[in-house]
């Protein structure tokens, strides 16, 4: 369902600040003050008063630090809503320039984050149902039409839609960062990693040290110990179960390796969640 959302609901929810999770939809993100620190995809993300950013389905983030100041609004858009509405066609470049702005902060001026503020708080006042007005559904629809237009236009003014020309190591380190969530569960070589990128293994280590300051080893274990902590918090898998979905021979090993970076054990790690650690 399309939901709009403050800082308060974000609080209600975050247990565990620096537990990773992964969006089932996108997500628009305005911080109208203080500072946001995360991470996506092992890449660290500082988001500012005044700045949009995106969460995208499937890609893996966690919340590392919101100061006391920090406040926002923002909106979580189901993928079909548009399609559904039959909408798609007319909001479709819009999205896509937005989605083409994920990787990194959009800084908007004051007055341009004021009136966003503005429209997403008139959104949520709104979606309370008013059976009794004409046409709701229909206003309803086009206010949240309004509000990714306006999204898009500050995205185009302000990054040209992704147009900047990224180093090379960049491109390469960002390539990598992907490939490593869509695969840490089959692959932890970096070998394997230089291949899809057309790199050899030494040079893919050093750009990625270069633009991150860790080491490609150091990112392939940290994005074996998120995977893994997302799937222990499924109580239906055993921990031999999440050994074998993180192709590890078995659950000693599991255990050993997910000791050697966390500190405490796969079933320790697991009941200190559910007693809301």
């Known amino acids: 369902m399309l939901t709009i959302f403050t800082e308060t609901d974000i609080f209600s929810h975050l247990n565990d600040p620096g537990q990773a ?47 006391e100041h920090f406040s926002c609004m923002g909106m979580i858009v189901p993928g079909k809503f548009f399609l559904e509405n039959g909408v798609a066609g007319a909001i479709g470049n819009s999205f896509h320039t937005i989605l083409a702005n994920r990787q990194h902060p959009v800084i908007i001026n004051q007055r341009e984050s004021g009136a966003l503020s503005g429209m997403l708080q008139l959104l949520k006042d709104f979606f309370i149902p008013n059976e009794s007005l004409v046409s709701y559904n229909e206003i309803l629809l086009y206010q949240v039409m309004s509000v990714v237009h306006t999204i898009a236009a500050f995205c185009r003014k302000y990054n040209g839609a992704q147009e900047l020309q990224f180093k090379r190591r960049n491109v390469i380190t960002s390539g990598f960062l992907h490939l490593l969530q869509n695969n840490i569960k089959r ?43 997302l799937l222990l918090a499924n109580p239906s898998l055993s921990i031999a179960q999440v050994a074998q979905h993180m192709a590890f021979s078995d659950q000693s090993v599991f255990g050993r390796f997910f000791r050697q970076h966390t500190g405490i054990t796969p079933s320790r790690y697991r009941s200190q969640q559910n007693v809301g650690f």
């Open 21 to 67: 999770f992964k969006p089932k939809d996108a997500i628009i993100l305005l911080v109208t003050s203080g500072q946001l620190k995360l991470s996506c995809n092992l890449e660290e993300i500082n988001c500012l008063e005044n700045c949009l950013y995106f969460f995208m389905r499937g890609f893996v983030y966690s919340i590392q630090y919101m100061d």
């Open 187 to 229: 692959e932890r070589s970096l070998q394997f990693y230089a291949r899809q990128l057309t790199v050899t293994a030494d040079y893919l280590a050093r750009v990625v040290k270069q633009v991150t300051g860790n080491t490609a080893g150091e990112l392939i274990d940290n994005a074996v110990i998120i995977e893994a902590k």
